[in-house]
C-alpha cells in the first residue's frame, strides 16, 4: 500500500499535539489529582465524570466505557476519521507539511487512495470548486430553469439546494473545464478527479445538462457527484450518472450525506439507509437526521464498515440500529434481501422500512408531510420478519404444497436468527402466517439449524469481511473482585507510570505467568519485552511503547493503567508513592505466583500418584520441583517478615 505517512512526520504530529487542547475542544476538564484532568465522556451519556487524561503522557481513558488512546485515537473517534486523516487533521493545525512514501509496505500510517498530500489536495480542491461552480448556475443559470422546476416539483426550494450544495451542469460540455482550467487546474487534474473526458475536440463535461449532487466523503470534502438525466435528448440513457472511481471517489465505500448525518449516528447509534438524493433530502429535512444513501452501488461491505465505526456496532454493548427504507416494488424487495443476507456483518439490529403504496421517503413527504417520513421510519418492521414475509410471500398457501414450501423456505431463515431466545417466538409467528401447526414449523427449525446451509438463505458472495471481523480470541477483562488481581493492577499501574520505583532486576526477573489475570500478564510481558523505558526518553513513549506491544484488543487496559490513580497516599513534593509500597506490591505478585505454581505441581503429582500407569522417573521430578517451589515461597515469606 502505498502513500503511507513518513514515520519523522507522525512522531512531529505526536510530540508536538497538546492532547489537553485537542479535548479541550470537546470535553470541559478539570483537575483530577497530580498531573490528571478529568471531564465527561464525548463518546456515551454519564452524569459523574470518568473520562480522564494524562497530558504528561499524552494519553486519555474513560473509565464509563472503557475507551482510551493517545491524541491521534481521540481525533479518529471524536471526528469519524481514519487513522491517516486524523494525522493529516493535526497536522494542519500545527503547520506541519506531511511527507508520504510512496514505496514499501503500508500500515496505520498509510492511505488507501495512494495519493500523496499535495496530489489528493489537488483532486479534492477541483471537486469543491465544481461543486461551487454548479451550485452557482443552477440558483441563477439561466439555462437551469428545467432542473429549478424539479427541484420545486419534489418539494425543494433555492434555500434547500443551496443547503444540500445542489447544483446544474451546462449542457455546453467545456463550461466547467474552462472553468476549471481559469482556477489554475490542469487537465490531467480535470480528467483524474473524474469531471470531465478526453474527447476529439478537448475536454468535455461528464454530467453536462443534468442535475448535480456533490457526494462528499465523511470528512465533508467533496469527492464526486451524482446527476440526474433532465432531458430527452441526452444522450446517455441513464437515469442516474455518478463519478468514476478515482483516487479519491470510491462507491463501493461512499455514502451521501454521511457528512451531515455522521454525528447523528454517532449519537443516536442509529443508520437509516435510503435508496437516494432526494431521499436522503427528504428525510433531513423531516427531521430524520440519521438518513444516508449508496451513489449508484447496491449497499456492501465496505458500507457495512463505514457504518459499524460510528454506530458503535460491538457485541458487548446494546445492539444499535439499522433500518434500510425500499421502494415497495420488485427491485426494492430484491435490494431488501440483499441487506438481509448481510445482517450477520452487525452487532446492531437491523430493520426494514416499506411507507404504504410502496412510496420512496420523498414522495411520502409529498403526499404525506414530513411527520409521516418520520413515522415510516419509527414503524420499521425487523429484518427477520421481512425477510420471512417476502419468503413465502412467493408461494401459494393455498396449497397444502405451498404451505410446505414456505415451511421449508423460512425454516433457514429463522434458524440463522443470531439470539437464539427469539426462535421460538418467530416459530409460532411464522407458523400463523402459514396456517400450519407450530410443531410443523419448529421441527422444520430444528433440522434446519442441525444441518445449516454453506452460506445464508439469499446470501450474497462472501468477502474478506468475516475474516476481519473475526480476529483472534478475546482475554477476559481482569476480575477486580478479586485482591490479589487488584494487587497485580497496582503494581502494572506503577510499572508504567512510575517505573523508576519499580526494582530493575526484580522486574526483569518477574514471571508474567505470575500474574493471576491473563491480561496483566500480557502487558508484563509486553513491558519486559522491551527492557524497560529509555533513560533519554519521555515517560510517554514508554506507555506507547506497551501500548504497541501488547495484543489487539489490550490497548485500552494500558491507556487505563497509564491514567487512574493509586489508592495510597502520594508524596506531596515528588507525586509519586512511596518504595516501600512498591517492594510490597511487587513481592505479593510474586509470592501469589509462587502459591500457584505449587498448588500446579500438587495437582500434577496427585494426577501421577492415580495414574494407571505410573512413571517413577516423572513423580520424582514433579517431587523435586514441588520441594524447590516450597522452598522458595519459604524464603521469600521469610524475606518478608525479616
Known amino acids: 500500500m502505498a502513500g503511507r505517512i513518513n514515520a519523522d512526520d507522525l512522531a512531529a504530529v505526536k510530540d508536538r499535539s497538546s492532547i489537553e487542547d485537542v479535548v479541550r475542544e470537546h470535553v470541559s476538564l478539570r483537575s483530577a489529582g497530580p498531573g490528571s484532568l478529568k471531564g465527561l465522556c464525548p463518546f456515551h451519556e454519564e452524569k459523574t465524570p470518568s473520562f480522564t487524561i494524562r497530558p504528561a503522557l499524552g494519553v486519555w481513558h474513560c473509565f464509563g466505557c472503557s475507551e482510551g488512546g493517545d491524541v491521534i485515537s481521540f481525533v479518529q473517534k471524536v471526528e469519524h476519521l481514519s487513522f491517516a486523516e486524523a494525522v493529516e487533521r493535526l497536522a494542519g493545525k500545527l503547520g506541519i507539511q506531511l511527507r508520504y512514501d510512496e514505496t514499501g509496505p503500508g500500515g496505520k500510517g498509510a492511505r488507501d487512495d495512494g495519493l500523496g498530500q499535495g496530489r489528493r489536495a489537488r483532486l479534492v480542491e477541483a471537486n469543491r470548486v465544481t461543486a461551487e461552480f454548479y451550485g452557482a448556475e443552477l440558483l441563477s443559470g439561466a439555462e437551469a430553469r428545467a432542473a429549478r422546476d424539479f427541484m420545486r416539483s419534489r418539494g425543494f426550494d433555492s434555500a434547500v439546494a443551496k443547503q444540500f450544495g445542489v447544483g446544474y451542469a451546462p449542457k ?88 451531515l448525518a455522521k454525528k447523528a449516528i454517532a449519537k443516536d447509534r442509529l443508520a437509516v439507509i435510503v435508496e437516494g438524493y432526494t431521499d436522503v433530502m427528504a428525510c433531513h429535512l423531516s427531521g430524520v437526521g440519521t438518513a444516508v444513501a449508496t451513489c449508484g452501488t447496491a449497499f456492501g461491505a465496505e458500507h457495512v464498515k463505514v457504518l459499524r465505526r460510528l454506530i458503535r456496532d460491538e457485541a458487548e454493548l446494546a445492539p444499535g440500529k439499522v433500518v434500510f427504507t425500499f421502494d415497495g416494488d420488485a427491485a426494492g424487495q430484491k435490494a431488501a434481501m440483499r441487506a438481509f443476507a448481510d445482517d450477520q456483518r452487525w452487532a446492531a439490529q437491523s430493520y426494514v422500512a416499506v411507507a404504504p403504496g410502496g412510496q420512496d421517503p420523498c414522495d411520502l413527504r409529498l403526499s404525506s408531510g414530513e411527520l409521516a417520513v418520520r413515522g415510516l421510519v419509527e414503524d420499521a418492521v425487523p429484518m427477520f420478519e421481512f425477510a420471512v414475509r417476502t419468503t413465502i410471500r412467493r408461494f401459494d398457501l393455498g396449497t397444502a404444497e405451498g404451505r410446505v414450501s414456505g415451511i421449508r423456505a423460512a425454516a433457514p431463515i429463522i434458524a440463522s436468527i443470531r439470539d437464539r431466545s427469539l426462535r421460538p417466538e418467530y416459530v409460532r409467528t411464522v407458523a400463523g402466517w402459514l396456517g400450519v401447526e407450530v410443531e410443523q414449523v419448529a421441527s422444520e427449525v430444528a433440522r434446519a439449524a442441525k444441518n445449516p446451509p454453506t452460506e445464508r438463505p439469499s446470501a450474497a458472495p462472501p468477502d474478506d469481511l468475516d475474516h476481519v ?174
Not at 214 to 237: C, K, N, S
Not at 512 to 522: E, G, S
Request: hydrophobic residues 40%; negative net charge; contains cysteine.
Open 172 to 259: 455546453a460540455g467545456e463550461a466547467l473545464a474552462a472553468h476549471l482550467r481559469s482556477k489554475g487546474f490542469s487537465e490531467d487534474e480535470i480528467v483524474t478527479a473524474g469531471l470531465a473526458g478526453r474527447g476529439r475536440f478537448g475536454l468535455f463535461d461528464r454530467f453536462r445538462g443534468r442535475l448535480v449532487w456533490p457526494i462528499r466523503d465523511i470528512t465533508g470534502d467533496t469527492v464526486g457527484f451524482g446527476a440526474r438525466r433532465l432531458y430527452d435528448d441526452d444522450r446517455i440513457e441513464a437515469k442516474y450518472l455518478n463519478t468514476s472511481e478515482t483516487p479519491i471517489y470510491k462507491k463501493t465505500s461512499v455514502l451521501y450525506g454521511l457528512d
Open 469 to 642: 471481523e473475526d480476529g483472534p480470541a478475546e482475554i477476559p477483562p481482569p476480575d477486580l473482585r478479586d485482591p490479589v488481581v487488584q494487587a497485580e493492577r497496582q503494581l502494572l499501574q506503577c510499572i508504567l507510570q512510575y517505573p523508576e520505583l519499580v526494582d530493575g532486576p526484580a522486574f526483569v526477573a518477574l514471571d508474567a505467568l505470575a500474574f493471576r489475570a491473563p491480561a496483566h500478564r500480557a502487558v508484563v510481558a509486553a513491558a519486559q519485552q522491551l527492557g524497560g523505558p529509555q533513560a533519554d526518553a519521555p515517560l510517554s513513549a514508554w506507555v506507547a511503547s506497551v501500548s504497541a506491544a501488547v495484543p489487539d484488543g489490550l490497548q485500552p487496559l494500558v491507556g487505563e493503567l497509564a491514567v487512574a490513580g493509586l489508592p495510597v497516599q502520594m508524596d506531596p513534593v515528588s507525586g509519586a508513592p512511596d518504595r516501600r509500597y512498591v517492594d510490597g506490591l511487587l513481592a505479593r505478585v510474586i509470592e501469589s505466583g509462587l502459591q500457584a505454581r505449587v498448588a500446579d505441581a500438587m495437582s500434577a503429582l496427585r494426577r501421577l500418584d492415580s495414574a494407571e500407569q505410573p512413571d517413577p522417573d516423572r513423580q520424582r521430578q514433579v517431587a523435586r520441583e514441588l520441594q524447590l517451589l516450597q522452598r522458595e515461597l519459604a524464603d521469600l515469606r521469610a524475606r518478608a517478615g525479616g
